[in-house]
């Protein structure tokens, strides 16, 4: 994360408007094209858009610059906002594409936005290695954000066995992804 971000960051929590300008000035497209290619739904991600930044303004959502960047946090953010609304509403079918790579960023970032494509590959690759079973459960899971309760109803299993396949798929994909530079935290 550049300086600038956690200097704008630390000024919009002690309540300096302009920061918060300066943050969504920045990242405004970035999410917005990421929640676009995520759901396909441009009203969604207006509201999404809204969510986020008054969840950044009303401290609702706290960063912690020990535990990474903060494009990836806000991305994060943004993602779990995203589920949200989708679930909450239900009755519009909004599915979300396997795609995870983040659109094409504006500003002094093209670094991170090659560091997530290649984040995102290895990924993808790890994925690759799982059953068809795990391959499902995370495809369900994370890239349609279902929720297990959802995931055991549509696929007519138990609970515990869904909890399980996403346990144990999560394991083998840490396994695989530590086997990299450094481990887990680097993809």
Same mark, same amino acid.
């Given at each position: 994360m550049s300086n600038q971000d956690l200097e704008l960051y630390h000024q919009m929590t002690g309540g300096n408007k302009q920061a918060l300008e300066a943050i969504y000035d920045k990242y405004e497209r970035l999410l917005y094209s990421f929640v676009i290619k995520l759901s396909g739904d441009q009203t969604l991600a207006e !509201? *999404?858009?809204? $969510? *986020?930044?008054?969840k950044l303004w009303t401290n609702k959502a706290t960063y912690d610059e020990t535990k990474g960047k903060f494009s990836s946090w806000i991305v994060t953010i943004t993602r779990y906002t995203a589920i949200d609304i989708i679930r909450k509403n239900k009755n519009q079918a909004?599915?979300? !594409? !396997?795609e995870?790579?983040?659109?094409?960023q504006v500003g002094d970032s093209t670094e991170d936005l *090659? $560091?997530?494509? !290649?984040?995102g590959e290895k990924v993808r690759r790890a994925v690759k290695e799982l059953s068809e079973e795990q391959k499902q459960m995370v495809d369900l899971f994370y890239f349609k954000g279902l929720?297990?309760?959802e995931i055991s109803e549509t696929c007519n299993l138990p609970?515990?066995?869904i909890k399980g396949r996403l346990r144990l798929a999560l394991k083998?994909?840490?396994s695989h992804l530590s086997k990299g530079k450094g481990g887990v935290h680097d993809a």
């Open positions: !509201e *999404v858009m809204q $969510e *986020v930044f008054i909004i599915a979300l !594409e !396997e995870t790579d983040l659109p094409e *090659v $560091e997530w494509k !290649e984040q929720s297990q309760r609970l515990g066995t083998h994909l840490k």
